[in-house]
């Protein structure tokens, strides 16, 4: 079956644009997680959906990120006035969530984020 | 052959080899352990993962070992071929019972030599 998709993939913004990125989860997964990636680094991450309600945004680096899922499906990652060190690649997961113990996240392609 | 160590950056093998990554833990209260083979210009492809009530699980040529005692992960690959070269990422859930976030270690990178 499809995977999870986001896009765009490639994203160029000058410094002080607001940009989306839009992530579509596996059909049917409840949760669904934001991670930023670093050149040459492991993921880390920003925020989490469990359907609509967002749980925990601790990794949220300051105000300019924003994330919605207000359906329970598709999401959006919003970056206000983007800085060069909001330059990454920016992972979306979704995972099926069943109970109550953590559940395998799978992760879409991702989007390269490159702010001049 | 294989190669040990603690946040070894890279790990370089013959093909045919099996290889040994390890991965340190930092939060004893993890329950949840899961490691990912990442591609250059990919996501995080799933492998493996493992709950903390268990000590070992395999997969098809993979197996993966948790040490609780010493907060020690590792990931086998048997025979190990040139497309498992990539950056191999382990990853824990340190909230027990609370968010379902993975924390990821820094990911060794494994070259399979033909």
């Known amino acids: 079956g499809a995977g999870v998709s986001q896009s765009p993939r490639y994203k160029v913004a000058k410094r002080g644009q607001d940009v989306a990125l839009r992530c579509d989860p596996i059909?049917?997964?409840?949760?669904l997680f934001w991670y930023q990636q670093a050149l040459g680094q492991g993921p880390e991450f920003l925020t989490y959906f469990q359907n609509e309600a967002q749980l925990d945004k601790s990794g949220l680096p300051s105000d300019r990120f924003f994330a919605e899922r207000p359906e329970g499906s598709v999401s959006t990652l919003k970056i206000q006035r983007t800085q060069q060190e909001d330059s990454a690649v920016y992972l979306c997961a979704s995972s099926l969530a069943q109970g109550w113990s953590t559940d395998t996240q799978y992760f879409g392609p991702g989007t390269r984020l490159t702010v001049l | 052959g294989e190669s040990v160590g603690l946040h070894l950056p890279t790990l370089s093998v013959q093909e045919g080899d099996n290889s040994i990554i390890n991965c340190a833990y930092s939060?004893?209260?993890?329950?949840?352990f899961i490691w990912y083979k990442q591609e250059s210009g990919k996501g995080p492809q799933f492998i493996i993962d493992i709950r903390s009530n268990m000590d070992k699980r395999q997969g098809q040529r993979v197996t993966v070992l948790l040490n609780k005692t010493v907060k020690h992960l590792s990931l086998q690959i048997a025979a190990t071929q040139p497309g498992d070269s990539a950056v191999y990422f382990c990853a824990e859930n340190p909230t027990q019972g609370g968010s379902e976030k993975l924390v990821f270690g820094k990911g060794t990178k494994l070259t399979v030599n033909p």
């Open positions: 059909s049917g997964h409840v949760s």
């Open positions: 939060n004893s209260a993890s329950d949840y």
